[in-house]
């Protein structure tokens, strides 16, 4: 992590340095926010758009236990897809409150009341659709938490944001496995139950406590030039870095500390204990049994709440975040063909509400392990829409919504 951190300060001399006035929206290949003064890398939707897919793969998607390929993606979603929603939370408040140079002065309090006003919405709309009574925990309540914690740095650069999301990672999954039994007991199969800002900050599927990293960890990220194909590269082996920390650590730790693999077997299978929960479960904090064990804080699976899980999941998402941006600026051939993905991650917050509304339409609980053609239809589904969408309007629906809601800051003064 410490390694990962010094490759970051080699590259702040990139993001501290005041910027030249940027080229045109359509120079730079970013579609417009309808936002004044705010333009958004294409690849970032296409990166939005994956996690969504992925979002989809872990709560309507086959169990990634029936192996082979489609195994394997539904593996590779678990955890790190809702970690790159994360990511990309945090370079959504960095995009309101200027990427490269924070806004000060008006503009800057306009900015935190757009992020302000963004975040009731979000604890409002998450809350509506928890109460839907979903097996899926909405992550958009705790989303709206998120960001009224990250706001009082977003004028710091890319340096310091790096360094607390660092810190937190390490010092938050400590407190919570401390704290945890003190507020919510240790009932972990009812982990991802959203009750109040207790389930806010420690108990529910996405704890503030472990999750708020990943969202600084992305406005640092956005502090960057990121046009620089030096940065970039340093990005994507800062990535690989943390990737490695984590997993590689976690994989070693269980290996070489004491008893810590027979104590995660018993937490998971053990007598008087409920066995694994399927991977594929739409709760997340599945595996937040492993935190009624100590060894549960070497463990780096999905919300396993762990340091090196976050190390790990924040690795995978810079990777994917880099890549995206990457191969939007060196294929525009693959752009083209991208453009589906790309309308889906520019409406991602419309296409997440829907998928949680149809899950509780169609009341999709009934299928324990749902088969592949239901995760085809949800994915096929949203993209048709958000491709005809796309065609007439620049913004979703609840994109257009939330722009309108928060244009009130401008009245601020």
């Given at each position: 992590m410490i390694s990962a951190v010094s490759s970051l300060r080699g590259m702040t001399h990139h993001a501290?340095?005041?910027?030249?006035?940027?080229?045109?929206?359509?120079?730079?290949?970013e579609p417009s926010t309808g936002a004044p003064g705010v333009g958004r890398l294409i690849g970032l939707d296409?990166?939005?758009?994956?996690?969504?897919?992925?979002?989809?793969?872990?709560?309507?998607?086959?169990?990634?236990?029936?192996?082979?390929?489609i195994g394997f993606l539904m593996e590779l979603a678990q955890g790190r897809s809702s970690a790159l929603f994360a990511v990309l939370a945090g370079f959504a408040v960095a995009l309101i409150t200027g990427r490269r140079r924070p806004k000060t002065g008006l503009a800057g309090r306009q900015a935190v009341a757009k992020v302000v006003i963004r975040a009731v919405i979000l604890l409002v709309l998450g809350t509506a659709l928890t109460m839907t009574g979903t097996p899926v925990v909405p992550i958009l309540a705790f989303y709206?938490?998120?960001?009224?914690?990250?706001?009082?740095?977003?004028?710091?650069?890319?340096?310091?944001?790096?360094?607390?999301?660092?810190?937190?990672?390490?010092?938050?999954?400590?407190?919570?496995?401390?704290?945890?039994?003190?507020?919510?007991?240790?009932?972990?199969p009812t982990v991802g139950q959203a009750d109040g800002?207790?389930?806010?900050?420690?108990?529910?599927?996405?704890?503030?406590?472990?999750?708020?990293?990943?969202?600084?960890?992305?406005?640092?990220?956005a502090r960057f030039d990121l046009a620089a194909t030096?940065?970039?590269?340093?990005?994507?082996?800062t990535g690989v870095a943390l990737a490695v920390t984590g997993y590689g650590g976690s994989w070693l730790?269980?290996?070489?500390?004491?008893?810590?693999?027979?104590?995660?077997?018993?937490?998971?299978?053990?007598?008087?204990?409920?066995?694994?929960?399927?991977?594929?479960?739409?709760?997340?904090?599945?595996?937040?049994?492993?935190?009624?064990?100590?060894?549960?804080?070497?463990?780096?699976?999905?919300?396993?709440?762990?340091?090196?899980?976050?190390?790990?999941h924040t690795g995978v998402a810079i990777l994917v975040i880099t890549a995206c941006l990457a191969a939007m600026d060196a294929f525009p051939r693959l752009r083209r063909l991208a453009k589906p993905v790309i309308a889906v991650g520019s409406m991602s917050l419309t296409a997440y509400v829907y998928h949680i509304v149809a899950i509780w339409l169609l009341d999709t609980e009934e299928l324990a392990v749902p088969p592949l053609y239901v995760l085809l239809g949800f994915i096929a589904s949203v993209t048709v829409l958000a491709t005809l969408?796309?065609?007439?309007?620049?913004?979703?629906?609840?994109?257009?919504?939330?722009?309108?809601?928060?244009?009130?800051?401008?009245r601020i003064r």
């Open positions: 501290d340095s005041p910027p030249t006035a940027p080229p045109p929206a359509r120079e730079r290949g296409l990166a939005r758009g994956l996690a969504v897919f992925g979002m989809y793969a872990v709560h309507v998607g086959p169990a990634p236990s029936q192996g082979g390929v709206g938490l998120f960001f009224l914690l990250v706001l009082p740095l977003y004028r710091l650069g890319a340096k310091p944001l790096a360094m607390i999301a660092a810190g937190w990672a390490l010092v938050g999954p400590q407190l919570l496995y401390l704290l945890k039994p003190v507020v919510g007991g240790r009932e972990f800002i207790v389930s806010l900050l420690f108990t529910g599927g996405y704890p503030a406590l472990t999750w708020v990293p990943f969202v600084i960890a992305g406005m640092a990220v030096a940065v970039r590269i340093r990005l994507a082996l730790a269980l290996r070489l500390v004491p008893g810590a693999a027979e104590a995660i077997r018993e937490a998971a299978g053990g007598p008087g204990v409920p066995s694994m929960p399927s991977m594929s479960s739409a709760s997340p904090g599945s595996d937040g049994i492993f935190g009624d064990t100590s060894a549960g804080m070497l463990v780096a699976s999905p919300h396993s709440e762990a340091t090196l899980s976050i190390v790990g969408w796309s065609r007439f309007f620049q913004r979703g629906p609840l994109e257009w919504l939330m722009g309108r809601a928060t244009g009130i800051a401008r």
